[in-house]
T-cell receptor, first 108, second 112 residues
Framework: QKEVEQDPGPLSVPEGAIVSLNCTYSNSAFQYFMWYRQYSRKGPELLMYTYSSGNKEDGRFTAQVDKSSKYISLFIRDSQPSDSATYLCAMSRSEVIFGTGTRLQVFP | SAVISQKPSRDICQRGTSLTIQCQVDSQVTMMFWYRQQPGQSLTLIATANQGSEATYESGFVIDKFPISRPNLTFSTLTVSNMSPEDSSIYLC?????????FGSGTRLTVV
């Protein structure tokens, strides 16, 4: 079993939709949770990070962590074509472990 | 957050040759990391490069294949040696700063 599991997609949604991206993990020692966005031919870009269970909001993005279920989510409200990218979850204790990424396409 | 300049952005190389990838950071950082990103797979850490000491390699990666230099706190290189088609991948450098892990734009390597 992989330490971090992420559905690779692709996920295709219409503009304006609410998008839910998810990751599960197996190691309860993870303390720091991140979401990265990666556009084609670019490096990953940090979107959000959180230390604790609960929700963290930043504009149209909400990161949710449920440590009891070992489950994290990224919600995108009012999705835009410019949100089309691959989204990677990541989590760390002493080192950082990445998910495989979910490819998202938002069509007009 | 730190700004990383990585080059080359892409290259096509003959098998058996070597390619050196460079990363320049706009601020001094203690630790720099080199990752490989293969299609459909998660980012895999190759090694951690600290200034003034030898790089620390992850399981499955060896110094003879991926020599790393870290001459100062703002610069590092990764060499992919004696390349084979299996080395075709995206290679990324990364630093840990106050905003978490920041990545370069990556080097897309194709070995033919």
């Amino acid at each position: 079993q992989k330490e971090v599991e992420q559905d690779p997609g692709p996920l295709s949604v219409p503009e304006g939709a609410i998008v839910s991206l998810n990751c599960t993990y197996s190691n309860s020692a993870f303390q720091y949770f991140m979401w990265y966005r990666q556009y084609s031919r670019k490096g990953p870009e940090l979107l959000m990070y959180t230390y604790s269970s609960g929700n963290k909001e930043d504009g149209r993005f909400t990161a949710q962590v449920d440590k009891s279920s070992k489950y994290i989510s990224l919600f995108i409200r009012d999705s835009q074509p410019s949100d089309s990218a691959t989204y990677l979850c990541a989590m760390s204790r002493s080192e950082v472990i990445f998910g495989t990424g979910t490819r998202l396409q938002v069509f007009p | 957050s730190a700004v990383i300049s990585q080059k080359p952005s892409r290259d096509i190389c003959q098998r058996g040759t070597s390619l050196t990838i460079q990363c320049q950071v706009d601020s001094q950082v203690t630790m720099m990391f080199w990752y490989r990103q293969q299609p459909g797979q998660s980012l895999t850490l190759i090694a951690t490069a600290n200034q003034g000491s030898e790089a620390t390699y992850e399981s499955g990666f060896v110094i003879d294949k991926f020599p790393i230099s870290r001459p100062n706190l703002t610069f590092s290189t990764l060499t992919v040696s004696n390349m084979s088609p299996e080395d075709s991948s995206i290679y990324l450098c990364s630093v840990l700063d106050g905003d978490g892990y920041t990545f370069g734009s990556g080097t897309r390597l194709t070995v033919v």
